[in-house]
């Protein structure tokens, strides 16, 4: 079950290495998706978007994929650096045009 | 290029003050949300406004909290009678449009309630 007020989930990773960040969404009838990066002190930082009628989007170093059959999105950096370490999420637009966020996911890089 | 702008960075107030977070989106921009989150968690939404209009206040508590985004200047977040519970960072996101738009965060406001 889940818990309110525990530490978010963590995912740690080798400097270097490619890390997949995955997010399962609630509403099948949202259209917009944003994944966003906080670091610690900071507000969230936009990093890449994808529209409901893509499958999948690329930016630099990083790639989001959107299942919508599943509801799930994912987020892959590639070659992951410390800098990249943050807590992560996804956020998902409906009609109505409210931003929902999902829970967060700590990315820890092990240099 | 500003982005969107949060004052104060961090407020302190004692139980039963009032607490006023302000806003100033993008320059363009006219849709505006307020998110609460505390440590360790995600972001709660709040209230999402359109320049004078209230869209959506759902995650609003009925009592004691209030939004405004008046034609001129900036959103306000209010929050009266503050009490412990209501400790935490406060984050505004603008967009330029109601649809498929990229929203940009503020840096917060952290309250801390004593």
């Known amino acids: 079950g889940e818990s309110v007020g525990l530490h978010l989930p963590t995912l740690s990773v080798q400097e270097g290495d490619n890390s997949i960040i995955n997010c399962a969404y609630s509403n099948s009838a949202s259209d917009y998706f944003i994944w966003y990066k906080q670091e610690s002190g900071k507000g969230p930082q936009f990093i890449i978007d994808?529209?409901?009628?893509?499958d999948k989007r690329q930016g630099q170093r990083v790639t989001v994929l959107l299942n919508k059959t599943v509801k799930h999105l994912s987020l892959q950096i590639a070659a992951t650096q410390p800098g990249d370490s943050a807590v992560y999420f996804c956020a998902e637009k409906g009609a109505n045009s409210k931003l929902t966020f999902g829970k967060g996911i700590t990315l820890s890089v092990r240099p | 290029n500003a982005g969107v702008m949060q004052n104060p960075r961090h407020l302190v107030r004692r139980r039963g003050q009032e607490a006023r977070l302000r806003c100033s989106p993008v320059?363009?921009?006219?849709?505006v949300y307020w998110y609460r989150q505390l440590p360790e968690e995600g972001l709660k939404f709040m209230v999402y406004l359109q320049k004078e209009n209230i869209i959506d206040e759902s995650g609003m508590p009925k009592e004691r909290f209030s939004a405004e985004f008046p034609k001129e200047g900036p959103s306000i977040l209010r929050i009266q009678q503050v009490v412990r519970g209501d400790s935490a960072a406060y984050f505004c996101a603008s967009s330029v449009g109601r649809l498929n738009t990229e929203a940009f965060f503020g840096q917060g406001t952290r309250l801390t309630v004593v």
């Open positions: 320059k363009g921009h006219s849709h």
């Open positions: 994808i529209r409901s009628n893509m």
